[in-house]
């Protein structure tokens, strides 16, 4: 019984770990401390690295992703550790919202003119239409009932994705499509 308390005790203090560390990151985007370090990179190469990164995580979940880059560079402007966390947000939010019994993420990735695009989108019952323009909003979340096991529910994570995006000259938009799509656009 001892040890059943510890692991309770151990694992409510990860959770709160978790939450701080996210609060953390919110407060130094708020106060604009947040530098970026920009890399002239291919934007596919990064995204099939995090694919092949993720794979592991989704098959555990009994899921899977899939990638499909258009032909030719994808140039981009970008701080590949923002960047994996903006990817690591949308996963993140795809495997415990999504509702899917398998859950399933397609990444795409393509140039047009000036800009790539990424699309991220999961198999998931995506979210009621009226709540897609506050999806993005701080401390906002679409299903008031989640809990804030292992930090999530904290209404941050889409936030935080947004501002990275943004601060990188981009944006990022949420649609329903067979699930939740994310498309993110940055300058080359």
């Known amino acids: 019984r001892q040890r059943q308390y510890l692991e309770v005790a151990y694992r409510k203090a990860c959770d709160m770990d978790v939450l701080l560390q996210r609060l953390f990151y919110f407060?130094?985007?708020?106060?604009?401390?947040?530098?970026?370090?920009r890399e002239e990179a291919d934007l596919g190469e990064f995204v099939a690295r995090f694919?092949?990164?993720?794979?592991?995580?989704?098959?555990?979940?009994?899921?899977?992703?899939?990638?499909?880059?258009?032909?030719?560079?994808?140039p981009a402007s970008f701080d590949p550790e923002q960047m994996y966390r903006v990817l690591s947000n949308l996963k993140d939010n795809a495997l415990h919202y999504s509702g899917?019994?398998?859950?399933?993420?397609?990444?795409?990735?393509?140039r047009q003119g000036e800009r790539t695009y990424i699309r991220f989108a999961d198999n998931?019952?995506?979210?009621?239409?009226?709540?897609?323009?506050?999806?993005?909003?701080?401390?906002?979340?679409a299903d008031q009932a989640r809990s804030s096991r292992n930090g999530e529910g904290s209404g941050l994570g889409?936030?935080?994705?947004?501002?990275?995006?943004?601060?990188?000259?981009?944006t990022i938009a949420a649609r329903n499509e067979n699930?939740?799509?994310?498309e993110i656009s940055l300058p080359s």
């Open 27 to 37: 407060s130094r985007m708020e106060t604009g401390n947040m530098p970026l370090f």
């Open 51 to 74: 694919a092949a990164e993720t794979r592991p995580e989704l098959e555990q979940a009994g899921g899977e992703i899939t990638l499909e880059l258009s032909p030719g560079p994808h």
């Open 100 to 110: 899917a019994d398998r859950p399933v993420i397609s990444l795409t990735v393509e």
């Open 124 to 141: 998931g019952q995506g979210v009621p239409e009226a709540d897609l323009p506050r999806l993005f909003d701080q401390f906002w979340r």
């Open 158 to 170: 889409l936030y935080i994705a947004r501002y990275i995006v943004e601060a990188h000259g981009g």
């Open 179 to 182: 699930g939740l799509v994310f």
